[in-house]
């Protein structure tokens, strides 16, 4: 049996909605994993190349690997109605720095409905920060309860903005059923390694076919804060968990303690 079924790059999405630290944690990505992977970012702003100048100017990567997408729209239109403009992008990238191994497409910032379409990515992370506030995990969405990882950002943060960051994890594991969710710091050596480690083995996942990108679908349950915990609300094509659409992959991996 060959090492790998596949040879095409792993293409991982990062969306979440504004300020949640997407550019920051793609950096973080790439100073953890470019001395061992080939790596490639596209961006995606609405009139800007802002995004791509700060990676750019970060210094993690060559800066020819690092290109942006101006949507001129809503963000999500570009990486779920329309990925065009965004698949030439990552295929152009591809070509010119064959073999990559992994590309990293960042969303505009969004709100929590944006989720890729897996005619783009094969996988994708979304990202929250306890700024936001720690109700927010809670509130469900496509984003949150169907990512292959969520990722609570920024939680150095926490003594600053009064969030609980364990209670915030927890909230979102039952969103997620227990889905794998990181609480990050980019300060926090264990969470960065943590992270590094997913991306690792879900591009061996992507390589040997194990790993089925799956649509997270327009609907997915939310939750009340006011109401009783065990109850949710699904909506749209009978869903009644966030879950109801069979991951090719086992949550078992990149599960992390939270960090405070």
Known sequence: MPEHTTTRSLRLGVAGPVGTGKSSLIATICRTLASELQLGVITNDIYTDEDARFLRSAGVLDPERIRAVETGACPHTAIRDDVT??????????????????????????????????????????????????????????????????????????????????????????????????????????????????VREMLAAHRTGSHTPVDPGPMAPHFHADEDDDHDHGHGHGHGHGHGHGHGHSHDHAVAPSHD
């Open 85 to 198: 403009m965004n698949l030439l992008a990552v295929e152009d990238l591809e070509r010119d720095f064959a073999p990559l191994d992994v590309v990293l497409v960042e969303s505009g910032g969004d709100n929590l409905t944006a989720t890729f379409s897996p005619a783009l990515v094969d996988a994708q992370i979304f990202v929250l920060d306890v700024a936001g506030g720690g109700d927010v995990a809670r509130k469900g969405g496509p984003g949150i309860s169907r990512a292959d990882l969520l990722v609570v950002n920024k939680t150095d943060l926490s003594p600053y903005v009064g969030v609980d960051v364990p209670q915030m994890v927890a909230d979102a594991e039952k969103a997620r059923e227990g889905g794998p969710v990181l609480a990050l710091s980019r300060t926090d050596a264990a969470s960065v390694q943590a992270l590094g480690d997913w």
